[in-house]
Structures are given as C-alpha cells and as structure tokens.
C-alpha cells in the first residue's frame, strides 16, 4: 500500500503540487490524470523521489521512504517513462537485467527472470534476448521497458505516460500487455496520462488533478455519475457520458433475474464479462430486445433487456 499524505512540492513561489493526500492499495491500477501543468507527473516522481518533496510523505507499506536513500528506494520500485529510455548500446537481455545486477543477483537468477519476463510480454527469448533496441519496434521497445521495470521483482511501478508515443493500434496492445503483467505479478502500478479515456481503460481508481491539487480520486464510474466539480464532467465527457458507464459496467452485475419460464430458453446470449457497450451494439445488431447473461460455463446468469441497458446508462 502506498500512503500520500499532504504531499507538496513548490519551486520559488510557484507551487507545482498542492498537500495532495491519497492511498493506492496493493496489487492495484491507480492512473493519476490531467492536462499539462497539472502536477501529475511530479506527484509520480515524488512517490521515487526522484523529485524531492518540500512537505509531506511518502509510505509504502508503512515505511517513509524518506528514512532510505533515494538510490536505493528507486532501485525497489519499477520506473517506465514515455519513449522506454532503454540503453541504445546493450542488448535486450542486458537491459533488463540492469536493475539486477546492481542489487548483485547471480547471473543464472537473473537470465531465469529475463526469461520469464519477455515470455510474459510475448516477445520470445531466443528470439529478442540478443537484440539491440534500434531493431526492435516502437511497441516491442515499449515492452522491454516495461520487463526491466518489473526486472528487480519491484513491489511497485511508476509509469510515466507510457504509451503517449505508440500510435493507437500498438498502443491498446501496450495497454493489454500492461493489464495482463498486473494480473500476473500483482504489482501496484502508479501511471500518469492526459488520456481519460486511457485513464478509464487502466484504472481501478482515477485521480484527477488540476494546478496542483487533487480534484477527485474514485472509482471510474463514480468519476462519471457523480463528477466532483464541473472540471472532472467535461474530462469525463459530458456527451459521451452514458457510453462510458456502460463500458465500465458488465453483464454480469447488471444482469436482471430470470424467471423460471426464461431458464433454459434459446437465443441471444452474452458472456458475464461483457460490458453493457457491447452488449446494447449485440442487441442492436441483432435487432433483439432481449439477451441471456452466461457465465463461462454457458451456466445462465440472468438477462438483459435494451430498455435495462439504457436505463443503466442514464446517470443518477
């Protein structure tokens, strides 16, 4: 768990972050969001200390990391920034293996972790572990950034717009890969975008910020139903609002009751894990009013109806 508390950062007399106080919980996605000058990133490099705080703390896991030296601290947690920022004159396996081999691991832990680390992010290790970083590609380069992040078993890792040079196709894998690595190694992931619809995508919570402060911090759909203040509604997207809460809601919670004559009935149906978006452009399609909720056992759920999918839709 990563505690902030009234964390502050001024330069002169221009304060670039503003006693923001927040708790990230373990082995989650908090994405930190706002437009440029916000303070985001700064809050993020704080976290490492990679910029100094002029007031308040940092805790992970109940421990200030203002008590350990600040090359020390970050050689623990992961640091991925926008471009990758890999070693142009060492090959992939050596970049990963950066982190490491400071902490003096064994050659034979640390080709083991390579290993497992490229076969995660499904780049084959016979394959790219010798390779230099100008023959890979912008997505593969991104990946490699992300496997010597996570190289030291980091508990957390900061990303610092990540994704913000990929173009949209690389960029959704980049987001897939980032999703599946968390699932995989439970680590607390901390990123920054300016991207809400990235933010929304990534995030189990979203932090907003503006000029410094900490506007909102909440689940995705509490962002969209109950904005704090007129900035976080036009983030969010005033008109595309309803789509958005139907992406980040699923089938399986919205799933209505079924009676004892729809059991067993043929037709449509719909996994648990689709989002009600998916669902409605099924149903739409289809051109039915009505979908069987299955889970992946095809077991039946309960259902959903076109006019229970809107209503979901219309923020209270």
Not at 20 to 32: A, D, G, K, Q, Y
Not at 85 to 104: K, Y
Not at 113 to 131: F, G, W
Not at 282 to 293: F, I, Y
Request: glycine share 8%; proline share 5%.
């Amino acid at each position: 768990m990563i505690v902030i508390e009234s964390l502050s950062k001024r330069y002169g007399t221009t304060i670039a972050v503003d006693a923001v106080s927040m708790v990230i919980e373990r082995n989650s996605i908090t994405v930190i969001v706002g437009t440029s000058g916000s303070g985001k990133s700064t809050l993020l490099r704080m976290i490492n200390r990679l910029i100094e705080p002029t007031s308040g703390r940092v805790l992970i896991d109940d421990h200030d990391t203002e008590g350990e030296p600040g090359h020390l601290l970050r050689r623990r947690i992961g640091y991925v920034i926008q471009g990758h920022g890999l070693f142009p004159h060492r090959t992939v396996a050596e970049n990963i293996g950066t982190v490491p081999r400071l902490l003096g691991w064994e050659a034979g832990r640390i080709r083991a972790r390579t290993a497992q680390l490229l076969q995660a992010l499904q780049l084959d290790p016979a394959q790219y572990s010798e390779k230099y970083p100008y023959q890979l590609s912008g997505g593969q380069q991104q990946r490699v950034g992300v496997a010597r992040a996570l190289a030291a078993e980091p508990a957390v890792l900061l990303m610092d717009e990540p994704f913000g040079a990929l173009d949209p196709i690389i960029r959704e894998k980049a987001q897939d890969d980032l999703l599946e690595i968390q699932r995989k190694f439970n680590t607390t992931i901390v990123l920054v975008t300016h991207d809400i619809d990235e933010a929304f995508r990534l995030g189990d919570r979203v932090a907003v910020m503006s000029e410094g402060r900490l506007i909102q911090y909440d689940r995705p759909e509490v962002l969209v139903t109950r904005p704090a203040d007129a900035l976080v509604a036009r983030m969010t997207g005033s008109a595309e609002r309803a789509m958005r809460l139907l992406s980040l809601t699923t089938a399986g919670e919205a799933a209505l009751p079924l009676t004892a004559s729809e059991v067993g009935m043929n037709g449509i149906t719909v996994p648990t894990s689709a989002s009600l978006r998916e669902v409605l452009s099924e149903l739409l399609w289809r051109g039915s009013e009505c979908a069987t909720v299955v889970d992946g056992a095809g077991t039946p759920r309960g259902r959903l109806t076109v006019a229970a999918i809107l209503a979901r839709g219309r923020p209270a």
